[in-house]
């Protein structure tokens, strides 16, 4: 017999533990297991006003970058929205369900306004990753990089007419070296650099 799921009216309460939807193995477990961010109040007291009304607390700030950093999310509009539904990662930040996020633009305010005369990110940054070799989550043995080119024709300024009057490119297209030339061209030099 099929079932079907009942769909009445909504539970009115719910008990939720959001450290038993983390699962164990999780890697924002390993990380929050090593990662003691007591001393980041102390050491960003100064760059922060003792009037006005409070500002976002800057572990949630820290914690919600290296949710960025660690799981390659790119902007912080996206990993407003990634913490906003993921609930692993509103644990490792410390928020319930219910808790609100930071807007996106929290961040930006604080790197090119609170933070911009110091170099203050860097050191507490290079603190944390420190605390990560330490108990082994960093090795640093390898790295990647993306140094693929992508051939554009975006310049609107670099265009002539054509005998119909249409504008066509400056630069034929069989003049430009194909992207496995130009790949093997910057490539060579960097080899015999890599220690």
């Not at 807007?103 to 603190?127: K, M, P, Q, W």
């Not at 002539?160 to 061209?185: C, E, H, Q």
Request: charged share 20%; with cysteine.
């Amino acid at each position: 017999m099929m079932g079907r799921r009942a769909q009445h009216q909504g539970q009115l309460f719910y008990s939720f533990d959001l450290n038993a939807a983390v699962p164990d193995d999780h890697l924002v477990r390993r990380i929050a297991a090593v990662l003691d961010l007591s001393w980041v109040h102390g050491e960003l007291a100064p760059h922060y006003s003792h009037t006005g009304r409070p500002s976002i607390d800057p572990v949630l700030m820290i914690r919600m970058l290296i949710v960025g950093y660690v799981f390659a999310i790119r902007s912080e509009r996206a990993l407003c929205r990634e913490v906003q539904v993921n609930l692993a990662y509103r644990w490792f930040c410390g928020l319930s369900i219910e808790d609100k996020l930071p807007d996106h633009s929290a961040f930006s305010r604080a790197r090119n306004e609170r933070f911009c005369d110091s170099d203050i990110f860097r050191h507490v940054f290079e603190r944390i990753v420190g605390a990560c070799i330490a108990a082994g989550l960093v090795g640093g043995e390898g790295f990647a990089v993306d140094a693929s080119l992508i051939a554009a024709d975006a310049n609107k300024h670099r265009s002539i007419l054509a005998a119909n009057g249409t504008k066509s490119s400056s630069l034929s297209r069989r003049a430009v070296p194909s992207k496995s030339i130009w790949r093997r061209s910057m490539i060579r030099p960097l080899v015999g650099q890599v220690p």
